[in-house]
Every structure is written in C-alpha cells, then in structure tokens.
C-alpha cells in the first residue's frame, strides 16, 4: 500500500513512524509516485500553509493533485485554511493504524490521479485545466466560505491555495468553466463588491439628498386624527406623553387617536428635509464612494462536476481550443509536427539549395484573458485564427502546444524573413487585445534555421522551460 509523506519546515524526527519526510524545499525533487498523501506539519500554521501552497502551485498533476493531510493540534486554523485540507490528524493520534485508515480513504483521488496521462512528468499549465482537475479529482462539491483575510470576502478553501494574488482570479476562473458547461452551479449567496478594486467590505449609509451629507437624522411623522394635524414626533412630545400642538389633545393610542405614516429625514449641515434618502457605499479597502446601482453584483456559488467536465478534466481542457483553431488554422498534431520537422531538415541537408526556418512563439498570460473573456473566448480564438491565418502561408506547417505556445515551420524562409514575418504578427495581435481588451500582450519568439543538428524535442523543451509558465 502506498504511504504517506510527512513535510515540515522544521524537523523531520517529530514521525517516528517509518513514513518518509522532506522538507518543503525538497518537494520538486521528492519521487511520490508511492505517496498516499502529503501529511502537512501545521504546528507552525504560517509555514505550514506555505507548504501547502507550494504543492498545490507545483504543475504536475501528482503532486499538486494528490491529497494533503494535516498533522496539527488544536483547530485553531482560520476556516478556509482548515479546510484547504483532505482531513486532519492530532500528534496523540499519530499511528500505523490511523495512517493506514486514511490512506484507504484517500485511495479513489490516488486511483483518479493513476488514470491520467503522465502524471509525474507532464506539466498543467493552465490554471483553468488545474482546478478542473483539482473539483473532478475531489469528487466533492466545492463550497465557498467567508473570510476577513482576503478583500473578496469569499474564499474557497480548496481552490484557494492555486491562486498567489489576491485578486478576483478565481471567480474568473470558475466563471469561465461554468460558461463552459464543465462545472455545475448551486446558490449559495448574493454579494456587492466595490466596482473599483473588487472588495467586499463596504460601509453603506445614508446621505443628505442634497449636500450628500451623513449627519443626518430621522423623525417619525405623526398623524392625528381628531384635528387631522400632521407632524413630527418630536413636536408631539410633552414629557412621557404625546400632545397635538394644534388641538391640544392628549394621543394615547396608536390606531385609534392617531398612526405615524411615515418618516422624515433632516440634514444637520445644510437643514434640508427628505423623506428617501440617498443610499452611498463606501469601500473599506480603497475609500472610494459610490451609489448601489455602480457597485459589482455577484452572485456566489458552490460547484461541482459537470459530465462534460469530468471527461474533460482526464482528457484535456482543449477541447473549445482544438474545435476552432485546428479547423481555422489547419493545426498539425504534434507528433506529425516532428514528422515533418524530420523531413523537412533531411531535405534542406540534402540538396542545400534552401533555407526553412522553426518559429517558436508564446503569447504570455493568454489563459488569464481566455479565462476573462469568458463566454466570449470563442470569438477571441477566432479573431486569433484570422490574423494566424492572413499572416502566415497555407505552406506553413504549424502546432499548438497550447492556447498561448505556437511552434511553426516556415519553410522556404531564411530567419530574417521568418523574423518580419513574426513582426507582422505580434503587431496584430497586440492591436486586437490592446484596442478590444486593454491588453498589451508580451508575445515571446524565438526562430531557428532548420539543420539536421538541431535536436527538436530539445529545443521545444527548452522554449517551454524558458518562456511557459
């Protein structure tokens, strides 16, 4: 049976049980493909969660992926920190036994993980793909909870390790799989959000309608039958009584000598009277004011698994990719790419009598925009196809490594032509995400001249290492 591995910041004799142990700097390095589950050393909760981060944020899906235990006292963990974990284990309760029973509970998410392709050495790069994977390995659904600690207010726990900023990325990416049909949604919630920096902390009040004042006060609006007199309470207080001012009559119940209608609002700094005041927001995080109607309305959700969704995450998220860039822009797969490439380099070797060259080019941070466009990723891949298209021939054979990784054999074109080529290119693209998104891409590229010397598989590799996050 496979065995946990115990990680801790500090020392690795804490175990005395024989289960191996590494530091979290060792995690790269470390062969877990005997690993149950990662038992995390929490006695010190901020490097403890580091260790966690580190392994959610590893790109291989049999570390990231593989299910996270912690070794911890007390519950005194913040909520979404507690329950980042698949479950917990006291020192007290620390034996061979109590090891064995998790690892047999954890067994399906190892038995998922065993079902992919390569899981110790290919790499998910997109953060989309990853929680995918992340929801469709848990079989579980994924539920928000609140949280002071972040300006979302809302975190979830077992995606929340993925995402190093603090931003609204992980709403965006839920989002995008949700217009994807790959996860399913259930309310849980509605929420406003500052519409200037996303944060959920927000003070509403009511302001004067006319000085936009908070120095505001109500009275309630009395009326009285017998005289039909109306005004404010305050008018109508004599000591522990109510006295109409007009009348002179003693009000002793409501109903029947008199009933309040309404409210009144006066303004201590400008005198003004109102009945509606105006409601503002103002944000904790960065002090701006808006009216309600100006704030971001979200409404927040638990997910969980679409079939679609479950397929997708064992196969590969490329399937809105490849549907329309492969029938737009002719991609070859891979494997016939290198094909090619071989045959292409024992030609030029041959007759030497011209030049081919191999484009190798990576938009950066495009999943982030994919993710942003949501619904809208269709169009983006199409309009992306279009410039592909026009800029390069019909006898240019290219590959994707992904959404954002491009690699293309130019033949018939020296370097220098391949390079104006490439120029036209990012031009381009940069012009479509700058003028429809605000988005300057940086578009990375690097161009060989075809030669049998040059290993292929070597090359991509080391534009992958290089370039792809």
Sequence with gaps: MKQPCFISTTSLTDVTLNIPGISDDAIDTFDNSQTSFWLVDMNDPTSGWNTVCKLRSNPYP?????????????DLLPEEIYHAANGHIKPENMNQRTLDSWASKLEPINLWIEKLEQPNTAKDTNIAFRVLRLIACSDREVSPTTSTRVNSGFVYPLLDPLFSKEDNSTFETLNFLLEQKLINSS?????HFCGHCESAFLNFKETCT?????????????????????????????NDE??????????????????KPSIIF?????????????????????SRTSSPENLTHRIIY???????????????LDTLFTRIMESKLRLTPMPVFKEFYAIEASRIQRYKVSTSSLTLIHIANMSSVYIRMAHRAKELFEELSVIFRTTLRTCDV???????TFFVIMTETAPQHAERAIERLNERITALLGNNLD???????EIFKIDENIELDDTLEAFQEKHVD
């Design 302 to 316: 638990s997910y969980s698994m679409s079939a679609i969704g479950k397929n997708a995450a064992i196969y590969g």
């Design 398 to 404: 290219m590959t994707a490594l992904n959404e954002s």
């Design 210 to 238: 006319q000085c936009n004042s908070e120095d505001i006060v109500s009275d309630e609006i009395v009326h009285h039958f017998k005289c039909a007199y109306t005004g404010k309470i305050s008018d109508f207080r004599n």
């Design 62 to 74: 049999a570390v990231y992926l593989r299910p996270i235990v912690y070794l911890m006292g007390a």
């Design 187 to 191: 309310f849980v919630s509605k929420a």
């Design 266 to 286: 006066s303004c201590n700094h400008c005198t003004h009277t109102f009945q509606e005041p105006e409601i503002q927001a103002t944000c904790f995080s960065c």
């Design 439 to 445: 988005f300057i891409p940086e578009i990375q590229s």
């Design 242 to 259: 109510l006295t109409c001012p007009k009348c002179e009559r003693t009000l002793q119940h409501i109903g029947v000598d008199y009933d």
